[in-house]
C-alpha cells in the first residue's frame, strides 16, 4: 500500500487516498506461499493462486492478470459474467467458488472451467448435462462441511462416499478434488489439524474409488501457510491480494 494523492482536477481540492498495488501485494502472497512451501518440502509451482475475486472490480483483475495472475474465482453470478465480458480479451481461467443455486447451473457450466462448490448431487448432475459440447470436461472439486457448521454450504463428511460414487460417472465432469472453508481458528496447529484431515479424506477417497483427484483447494488469506503444509494445491486468496471489498 503507498500513500497518493490525487488532484482532483475540476474542484481543486486534494484527497488523500490508499491506492492499493497489485505488483506490491502480490510478491508479499507469492513470497507467503514460498516460503511456506519451501518449509515443508514442496515445489511452489505445485501450488496454484486462484485470485479471489468477489466484490473487486474488473480493473484489479486485469491489474492482476498483467502481473501473472490468471486464475480468479467468483462467488456471485451475475458479478461473475459481467466482469468476464469486460475481461474477455485476457486468457484467464475462470474458478466458481461460491454456494450454487440449481437455476444457475446452465450458466456456471458455460462460464467457468471449475467449480470448487459442488455438494450434491443434484447439482453434480445437471452441470454436466448442462456442460456445453465441444468443452474439455468441466473441473469440479466436492466442498465438504468439514466443521459439520449449521448454515454452512458443502456436503456432510459422512455422505462425501455416497456423492463422489454417483458424481464419478457423470460424462462431463472431471473431479478433481475437495474444497473446504474452515471455520477460523486461533492457532496455526488447529489450522493444519482441519487440513490435515482434509487431505487424508482426500487419499482414503482416491483408495476407496479407485480415483487420482489431485486437488486440495484451500487456504484464504489468513492460513495459506497452514493449507501449504498440508497439501494444498490451490490456494484462494481474496484480501491479501486485492485489498478490503467494496
Ligand atoms: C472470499 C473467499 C476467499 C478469499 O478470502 P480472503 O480471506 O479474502 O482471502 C476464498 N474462498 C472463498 C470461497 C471465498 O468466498
Not at 458424481?167 to 489450522?191: C, F, H, S, W
Not at 484431515?197 to 483408495?207: D, E, G, I, K
Request: a positive charge; charged letters at 25%.
Amino acid at each position: 500500500m503507498r500513500l497518493v494523492t490525487h488532484y482532483a482536477a475540476k474542484s481543486n481540492q486534494i484527497t488523500y487516498k490508499y491506492m492499493h498495488r497489485i505488483s506490491d501485494t502480490l510478491s508479499e502472497v507469492k513470497n507467503r506461499i514460498r516460503a511456506a512451501a519451501s518449509a515443508s518440502g514442496r515445489n511452489e509451482n505445485e501450488i496454484t493462486l486462484l485470485g479471489a475475486a468477489k466484490k473487486q472490480p474488473a480493473e484489479k483483475i486485469a491489474d492482476a492478470y498483467a502481473s501473472g495472475i490468471s486464475h480468479i474465482g467468483e462467488n456471485y453470478l451475475q458479478e461473475a459474467i459481467a466482469k468476464q465480458e469486460q475481461l474477455k480479451e485476457l486468457a484467464i481461467t475462470w474458478h466458481f467458488i461460491g454456494p450454487i443455486q440449481s437455476n444457475k447451473t446452465r450458466a456456471l457450466a458455460s462460464h467457468f472451467a471449475w467449480v470448487h462448490s459442488v455438494d450434491r448431487f443434484k447439482i453434480a448432475e445437471r452441470l454436466s448435462q448442462h456442460r456445453p459440447p465441444g468443452l474439455n470436461p468441466l473441473n469440479i472439486c466436492i466442498q465438504v462441511n468439514i466443521d459439520k457448521e449449521a448454515a454452512k454450504s458443502g456436503a456432510d463428511l459422512a455422505d462425501v462416499d455416497e456423492l463422489l460414487d454417483k458424481i464419478k460417472d457423470l460424462p462431463n465432469l472431471y473431479v478433481r478434488g475437495l474444497m473446504i472453508i474452515p471455520r477460523p481458528r486461533e492457532t496455526v496447529a488447529e489450522q493444519r489439524d482441519i487440513f490435515k484431515s482434509t487431505s487424508v479424506l482426500m487419499m482414503q477417497l482416491n483408495q476407496r474409488h479407485a480415483l487420482n483427484m489431485d486437488t486440495l483447494s484451500m487456504g484464504m488469506s489468513n492460513d495459506l501457510e497452514a493449507a501449504i503444509a498440508e497439501g494444498a494445491t490451490i490456494v484462494r486468496i481474496g484480501t491479501a491480494l486485492f485489498g478490503k471489498r467494496q
